[in-house]
């Protein structure tokens, strides 16, 4: 369980970061470390060049106007957990973070790297996706803005193109009338998830997001089920709106798992949709 | 190798370090300072844990050029610190530790647990230690000790 051998580089500027990302092959940004250092201890990764990302300016800043708060990467999900950082969320974030991993874990580990890095159980690409957040994406041509949906492709992969950094998201502010639900499966606390249900409802006349996520893919919305939670419907209605849309998004899961993420996402409205 | 200057236990260090090596092995290896105990060297086991920058992290899964002008403290340095003094007196008296391999890590995490939660209930500090093993499965005499220390700073007067 010892890491191979790499360059390492710490770049104090973004353009420095472009060109050592650029300039290396096989080189791999580094964020808080706390998924790729057991990647390497495990050698399911070997970068050549270990770029860095902590010290570039901006990564742990948080920006607020009317509409949105931006979220920079490299915050902590501690920082997040214990309310330092402004939440658009109405809670959600926080009750998020509180469930990543171990506590040693979020002092480090950030947003950033945990959407970068794309594992299909992780919990913010979910989270995020269902809040319905824009990424903030910084390249050598400069920056460019991605919806989650956009940026998730599926198990470990993302649309950020080499040399790429992550910078933040856009996190669109939840009015006063909005309601979210959050249900995480895990065989214990601090474990990845088996399923994840998230359910954010904007009350602003905008439909309801329902997003299942811990899929062997990526997180998916729920389109037909959120159409149908909009008509107000329950019951066997939306149960069968959901069953479709597990189905779509993970075709290959057997009874037991179509269970589980049942479970999740019922369990989410519930908490959305309850007085 | 890539040279690093840190504060180790209060004291300066300056060493030199491959990119590739964790801090754990730095603290052990390079620094002699065997407490950090390696359990699953995958961040699973939390025995490993020390405090950087006064925070809890898994030193398994730290590289130590990272912790280039960090405060890093380990098992050896809170000999002295009042809360493990303070817990050190209440893992004894609870029976908190058979084989003690796990206890450097429990230590430290006890610790960030009781700063950030006073008084802690037995449901909260089996929540928050849940990333620490503890593979005799000693956990009730564990949590016990974390309780009683939390009772115990909760009724001392400020």
Redesign the interface.
Same mark, same amino acid.
């Given at each position: 369980?010892? *890491?191979?051998?790499?360059?390492?580089a710490?770049p104090a500027t973004l353009p420095e970061a472009f060109a050592a990302l650029l300039g290396t092959e096989g080189a791999m940004a580094l964020g808080g470390?706390?998924s790729l250092? *057991?990647m390497?201890?495990?050698r399911v990764a070997a970068p050549s060049l270990?770029v860095?990302l902590?010290r570039l300016p901006g990564l742990r800043e948080v920006t607020e106007t009317a509409a949105r708060i931006r979220i920079g990467a490299g915050v902590t999900h501690?920082a997040i957990e214990d309310g330092v950082v402004a939440d658009p969320s109405r809670g959600m974030l926080r009750r998020v973070a509180a469930g990543i991993?171990?506590?040693?874990?979020r002092?480090?580990g950030t947003i950033g790297g945990a959407v970068a890095l794309a594992d299909p159980a992780a919990d913010w690409p979910a989270c995020l996706l269902a809040l319905d957040a824009v990424a903030i994406i910084a390249g050598p041509d400069g920056e460019r803005r991605l919806p989650l949906e956009a940026l998730l492709l599926g198990a470990y992969t993302t649309a950020l193109e080499a040399g790429e950094i992550l910078l933040g998201f856009d996190v669109p502010r939840l009015g006063a009338a909005s309601r979210w639900g959050w249900c995480k499966l895990a065989r214990?606390?601090?474990a990845y998830a088996d399923s994840i249900g998230a359910v954010v409802l904007p009350g602003d006349g905008a439909p309801p997001r329902i997003v299942l996520g811990a899929t062997t893919s990526r997180p998916a919305l729920l389109p037909h089920a959120a159409a149908a939670l909009a008509r107000g419907e329950a019951g066997a209605t939306l149960r069968d709106a959901l069953l479709g849309d597990i189905e779509a998004a993970e075709p290959d899961a057997d009874s037991y798992r179509r269970r589980c993420h049942l479970a999740t996402v019922q369990r989410a409205i519930a908490q959305a949709t309850s007085a | 190798m890539?040279r690093i200057n840190l504060t180790l236990n209060g004291r300066a260090q300056h060493r030199e370090v491959?990119?590739?090596q &964790?801090l754990a +092995?730095f603290l052990r290896d390079g620094c002699d300072l065997t407490g950090t105990h390696l359990g #699953?060297?995958?961040? @699973?086991c939390?025995a490993c844990?020390v405090l950087?920058d006064g925070?809890? @992290?898994?030193s #398994?899964?730290?590289?130590a050029?990272?912790a280039d002008g960090c405060d890093v403290r380990s098992i050896e340095g809170l000999r002295d610190d009042p809360l493990t003094v303070l817990l050190r007196r209440h893992f004894h008296e609870a029976h908190a530790l058979q084989c003690g391999y796990c206890t450097p890590g429990m230590l430290v &995490?006890a610790r +960030?647990i009781l700063r950030r939660f006073p008084a802690p209930d037995e449901a909260t500090i089996r929540?928050?230690l @849940?990333?620490?093993i503890c593979r005799c499965t000693g956990y009730v005499g564990i949590v016990e000790a974390i309780r009683r220390a939390g009772a115990e700073l909760a009724n001392q007067p400020s």
């Open positions: 369980m010892k *890491p191979p051998a790499f360059d390492y710490r470390g706390q250092l *057991p390497l201890g495990l270990l860095d902590a501690a991993a171990y506590r040693a874990v002092n480090f214990k606390q601090g | 890539t491959e990119p590739r &964790t +092995d #699953c060297e995958h961040g @699973a939390g844990t950087i925070l809890p @992290a898994r #398994c899964i730290h590289l050029v990272r &995490t +960030d929540r928050e @849940a990333g620490q």
